[in-house]
């Protein structure tokens, strides 16, 4: 081939690839030019934003082939998916938000205050590309057909940005973010992903971005166009606002003028009218919450039949608040309802009604309620009501505190006059009731001044009456005939007045016709609605009962109660009076009946402690010129031995009295035969009776009668009773002891029955007071202290027994009866007796500072054997016992100086001496003396003079 052919064979080879290319160029015009006339005839076909979005995302998908599209735009600071199609649900959730926020979900901001915004749609929306860079486009946009080879090959420099590489991470290897830009502002971004790689080529990004370019116009354009319609809206709106509120401010003003020129219901009725023509309805209700909480209804009239009286007003109480109008008050906001209700007999039908509650500073003050409107009530209906409720609701507040304040000021000034009437009456019933000496008399005329006063039917005055253990009743009225003795005695926890006597308590029964409470059947049967029954109380004592009842109302006022409960203590307190001053009178007289028993007794000691004194003195005498160891220094031994007795017997009845008053004796208590211990004490009695020439006679049980007691006061018991009967019963006389059981009462009784002298129904009243003798005479013949009854007295009280006596009069004799508990328990095993030792030679120390005291003691103690030494102080006798140690100390307490009880701290203070015996003798025998010897360190107390018996038995029982 030449060159000829070989120049032209090049020529068409390039001709025909141009032909080729050009051709190749027509065709992607020719489609580039559809799409792109398919695309404009879409946006022109969609001028709502939302529905341009939808349509846009399906072109794309179906144009593109990815299987994610997405429009971001933007909204406040950040750029959210407007429409994301494709993408997965938890994708869409994170990568929503593009803003960078802190900890609190607040926006970051650069230097300037922009917001920032991250990844790589960050990057394309806020304009950071590269163009030199091949994933970057001159039009700003962002492609890749490899998101993993691109994340390998580049750095965040050189994608501009850190970048949360969430689409890579989702799988996506192809993606193409393309801005949406109006002249130089950006307002979103057109996202295509797919996980395939090689979707776009730079020609097809080229497309979109025209397209988008398009797109970004006509959403400005549509945007603008809505934006537009909005601001239309919101005009006519506010015209139509504008409207309303020119009508509710003229219906508002117009219900203000009616708070100004109206005064009571008028006032109500005029202001609900102008409402009831403000929202087209024909009947209503306008009420307000008073003080109480109760819902007022002056306008009521307009619904009910029954109210048209005029100014009749009804309340509800909040128990008694139904329908609509309740869901209003109690949940503060405004209800409708265009469905028939139900209504009661009289009332007019409702077919449908809307409820607003009014309130101020948030609580509900009042309530529009209206009813029967042509139409439907609506949420516009609504509006108006609560802005009607709002305009009226601080001129409502004020007429409802002036309101109260007048009620409070009219009420205030009816109590004062109330108060007043109650003052001069109880003025008027405190000077009756102080001046009267008998109160009980003057109740009568009080009460029904009271009854008057508080508008009562009825009052009860009961008093208590200790010796029946009842309430009698004293005074009262307002009940049939007859009725009165019929109730004459009531007792206690019967009907209202016995339980108000029985606890010291007030009952104020209320609305008693309507109530089942058993107390007030017996006022009930009167008729009485409401009673109120007050203690009489005297120190705390109930003595009586004051009662007032009405049969015309269900209940008294809180002031009523007061008058009743003020009458009721000024008559407590003038029967307390009264009381007080005949107390006062008879505490009078037993001072002087116990002054001139003081002096009886007083002169009676004196003789008794004399009389002694003269056999004593005789006896001596004899004793200083008899033979010793004749008959006449033995009868004048026995004379000064047996008044010695008698003396010392006087100062134990003077002990145990005393003893017994201040409730310091103690009992030996054990579980004893009573049986053996009469019978033991009879015989020890009966060599008195012999000498008396008086026969005693006894009849005791042969079964045991136990009782649980001290044997020793019991045989003092029985043998104060034996001597009284043998002194006042003369020669040829008889005394009967009579021992049986009781065993209803379950009592052992002793009963000791003379027919001596007798007493006179004077002198069984007090019998057993101590210093109360019978019928003494001034020579004294029968001698004592009268002290032996009340100490038997004393001791039976104290065994938990009962002493009691009888006489038919003068010369008919006496009976005195003692009862003591029985001991149900078992008789316990006797204890074995113990052998008894021969007596022991002892080496005695007696400390004592009366000397003729202290050498009569030494001398009986040596006849008895044993070695004695005396000391006539403390001092001395620790010397003595120091230089010869005893084996017992019998210590007197009352030492001069030093006493019986620093000798014995003394003695336990001594190694030498510690081991001693030591023995308190003194003449005080009180629980409190026996505590302090034991104290000191003495291991016996005995009281003076000491028995030799008990000495003995001491010295004997003794162990080393």
Same mark, same amino acid.
């Given at each position: 081939m030449n060159k000829r052919d070989r120049v032209w064979g090049r020529f068409e080879s390039v001709n025909r690839r141009r032909m080729r290319e050009t051709r190749a160029r027509l065709l992607a015009v020719e489609r580039e030019s559809g799409i792109t006339l398919e695309f404009l005839h879409l946006v022109n076909a969609n001028p709502r934003t939302l529905d341009l979005i939808r349509a846009v995302v399906t072109f794309f998908q179906r144009q593109s082939g990815c299987e994610a599209v997405g429009v971001r735009l933007r909204d406040g600071d950040d750029y959210p998916y407007h429409e994301?199609?494709?993408?997965?649900?938890?994708?869409?959730?994170?990568?929503?938000?593009?803003?960078?926020?802190?900890? /609190?979900?607040?926006?970051?901001?650069?230097?300037?205050?922009?917001?920032?915004?991250?990844?790589?749609?960050?990057?394309?929306?806020?304009?950071?590309?590269?163009?030199?860079?091949?994933?970057?486009?001159?039009?700003?946009?962002?492609?890749?057909?490899?998101?993993?080879?691109?994340?390998?090959?580049?750095?965040?420099?050189?994608?501009?940005?850190?970048?949360? =590489?969430?689409?890579?991470?989702?799988?996506?290897?192809?993606?193409?973010?393309?801005?949406?830009?109006? /002249?130089?502002?950006?307002?979103?971004?057109?996202?295509? &992903?797919?996980?395939?790689?090689?979707?776009?080529?730079?020609?097809?990004i080229a497309l979109w971005e025209r397209l988008a370019g398009h797109l970004a116009v006509a959403i400005a354009r549509s945007r603008a166009e809505e934006e537009l319609g909005d601001v239309?809206?919101?005009?006519?709106?506010?015209? @139509?606002?504008?409207?309303?509120?020119?009508?509710?401010?003229?219906?508002?003003?117009?219900?203000?003028?009616?708070?100004?020129?109206?005064?009571?219901?008028?006032?109500?009725?005029?202001?609900?009218?102008?409402?009831?023509?403000?929202?087209?309805?024909?009947?209503?209700?306008?009420?307000?919450?008073?003080?109480?909480?109760?819902?007022?209804?002056?306008?009521?009239?307009?619904?009910?039949?029954?109210?048209?009286?005029?100014?009749?007003?009804?309340?509800?109480?909040?128990?008694?608040?139904?329908?609509?109008?309740?869901?209003?008050?109690?949940?503060?906001?405004?209800?409708?309802? &265009?469905?028939?209700?139900?209504?009661?007999?009289?009332?007019?039908p409702i077919r449908r009604n809307i409820a607003t509650p009014i309130l101020f500073q948030g @609580?509900?003050?009042?309530?529009? =309620?209206? %009813?029967?409107?042509?139409?439907?009530?609506?949420?516009?209906?609504?509006?108006?009501?609560?802005?009607?409720?709002?305009?009226?609701?601080?001129?409502?507040?004020?007429?409802?505190?002036?309101?109260?304040?007048?009620?409070?000021?009219?009420?205030?000034?009816?109590?004062?006059?109330?108060?007043?009437?109650?003052?001069?009456?109880?003025?008027?019933?405190?000077?009756?009731?102080?001046?009267?000496?008998?109160?009980?008399?003057?109740?009568?005329?009080?009460?029904?001044?009271?009854?008057?006063?508080?508008?009562?039917?009825?009052?009860?005055?009961?008093?208590?009456?200790?010796?029946?253990?009842?309430?009698?009743?004293?005074?009262?009225?307002?009940?049939?005939?007859?009725?009165?003795?019929?109730?004459?005695?009531?007792?206690?926890?019967?009907?209202?007045?016995?339980?108000?006597?029985?606890?010291?308590?007030?009952? =104020?029964?209320?609305?008693?016709?309507?109530? %089942?409470?058993?107390?007030?059947?017996?006022?009930?049967?009167?008729?009485?609605?409401?009673?109120?029954?007050?203690?009489?109380?005297?120190?705390?004592?109930?003595?009586?009962?004051?009662?007032?009842?009405?049969?015309?109302?269900?209940?008294?006022?809180?002031?009523?109660?007061?008058?009743?409960?003020?009458?009721?203590?000024?008559v407590a307190v003038a029967m307390q009076r009264v009381q007080a001053q005949q107390d006062l009178q008879a505490a009078n007289a037993r001072l002087l009946e116990s002054d001139r028993r003081k002096n009886d007794f007083l002169a009676v000691l004196s003789h008794e402690l004399r009389n002694p004194l003269a056999p004593i003195t005789n006896s001596l005498y004899v004793l200083q010129r008899a033979e010793p160891g004749g008959d006449q220094a033995r009868r004048a031994r026995e004379v000064i031995a047996r008044q010695v007795r008698h003396l010392t017997h006087l100062i134990d009845d003077l002990l145990d009295v005393t003893r017994i008053t201040r409730n310091k004796i103690q009992l030996q208590r054990r579980r004893i035969d009573l049986g053996d211990v009469v019978r033991r004490t009879v015989e020890d009695q009966r060599s008195l009776f012999q000498r008396a020439e008086v026969r005693l006679e006894a009849d005791l049980p042969a079964a045991p009668l136990w009782v649980d007691a001290d044997a020793t006061r019991v045989a003092q018991i029985v043998g104060n009773l034996l001597q009284n009967a043998a002194k006042f019963t003369a020669q040829g006389g008889t005394t009967h002891v009579r021992l049986q059981p009781d065993p209803v009462r379950g009592q052992a009784v002793l009963r000791v029955a003379d027919t001596g002298v007798g007493m006179a129904p004077e002198t069984l009243a007090g019998l057993f007071q101590p210093f109360m003798q019978a019928g003494q005479t001034l020579d004294r013949s029968l001698g004592g202290l009268g002290l032996g009854l009340a100490l038997v007295k004393g001791l039976v009280e104290l065994h938990g027994g009962e002493v009691g006596a009888d006489s038919k009069g003068l010369g008919k004799g006496a009976e005195f009866v003692v009862r003591l508990p029985l001991d149900p328990a078992p008789p316990a095993e006797a204890v074995a007796g113990r052998t008894s030792s021969p007596p022991l030679r002892r080496r005695v120390l007696v400390i004592e500072d009366n000397v003729d005291a202290a050498e009569t003691l030494r001398d009986a103690l040596e006849l008895g054997g044993h070695d004695v030494a005396v000391a006539y102080n403390g001092p001395d006798g620790l010397a003595r016992a120091k230089l010869a140690p005893p084996e017992v100390v019998l210590c007197d307490i009352g030492l001069p100086g030093m006493d019986g009880f620093d000798v014995a701290r003394a003695f336990r203070d001594d190694e030498r001496l510690r081991s001693v015996f030591l023995v308190a003798l003194s003449g005080y025998a009180q629980p409190e003396d026996l505590r302090r010897a034991a104290?000191?360190?003495f291991q016996r107390h005995l009281a003076k003079p000491p028995s030799f018996e008990k000495l003995d038995e001491l010295l004997g029982n003794i162990r080393p």
């Open positions: 994301a199609r494709g993408f997965p649900e938890e994708f869409v959730k994170l990568e929503n938000r593009l803003c960078d926020r802190d900890a /609190g979900g607040a926006v970051r901001r650069d230097a300037a205050g922009n917001p920032l915004i991250e990844c790589m749609c960050g990057n394309v929306i806020c304009g950071r590309t590269d163009p030199k860079k091949p994933f970057f486009t001159t039009g700003g946009s962002f492609w890749t057909n490899g998101t993993t080879a691109l994340l390998a090959s580049t750095t965040e420099a050189d994608r501009q940005s850190r970048t949360r =590489n969430r689409c890579n991470g989702e799988g996506y290897e192809s993606v193409a973010l393309v801005p949406l830009r109006v /002249g130089g502002e950006r307002i979103g971004l057109l996202q295509l &992903n797919d996980r395939r790689r090689g979707m776009f080529q730079p020609a097809t239309n809206r919101r005009l006519r709106a506010m015209a @139509e606002v504008a409207q309303r509120e020119n009508r509710e401010l003229a219906l508002g003003n117009r219900i203000l003028e009616t708070f100004v020129r109206e005064t009571g219901n008028p006032l109500f009725e005029k202001a609900l009218s102008i409402v009831l023509e403000g929202l087209a309805s024909r009947h209503g209700v306008f009420g307000y919450i008073d003080e109480t909480g109760d819902l007022v209804c002056p306008t009521m009239s307009r619904l009910l039949d029954e109210c048209d009286v005029a100014g009749k007003c009804i309340r509800y109480p909040p128990r008694k608040w139904k329908g609509l109008w309740s869901r209003a008050l109690l949940e503060k906001r405004t209800f409708f309802s &265009n469905e028939p209700a139900v209504v009661p007999a009289g009332h007019v @609580e509900v003050i009042g309530l529009f =309620n209206l %009813a029967n409107k042509d139409s439907d009530y609506s949420g516009d209906d609504g509006e108006m009501l609560e802005s009607l409720a709002r305009r009226v609701a601080p001129v409502l507040y004020a007429w409802i505190q002036k309101d109260l304040r007048e009620r409070e000021r009219t009420a205030a000034e009816r109590a004062l006059l109330a108060s007043e009437t109650r003052f001069r009456l109880l003025s008027d019933t405190a000077g009756r009731l102080l001046a009267t000496e008998n109160p009980q008399q003057v109740v009568e005329g009080l009460c029904r001044e009271v009854m008057t006063h508080l508008d009562c039917d009825a009052f009860f005055n009961f008093l208590v009456d200790p010796a029946a253990g009842r309430l009698r009743l004293n005074a009262c009225a307002g009940i049939p005939e007859g009725e009165a003795t019929r109730l004459e005695w009531l007792d206690f926890g019967v009907a209202v007045c016995g339980c108000v006597a029985r606890d010291g308590r007030r009952i =104020n029964a209320e609305d008693i016709l309507h109530t %089942a409470d058993p107390r007030t059947d017996l006022v009930r049967s009167y008729g009485i609605q409401a009673y109120c029954c007050h203690p009489l109380l005297a120190q705390g004592r109930t003595i009586g009962t004051l009662s007032f009842g009405t049969r015309s109302r269900p209940r008294f006022s809180a002031e009523d109660v007061a008058v009743m409960k003020t009458v009721a203590d000024q104290e000191a360190g």
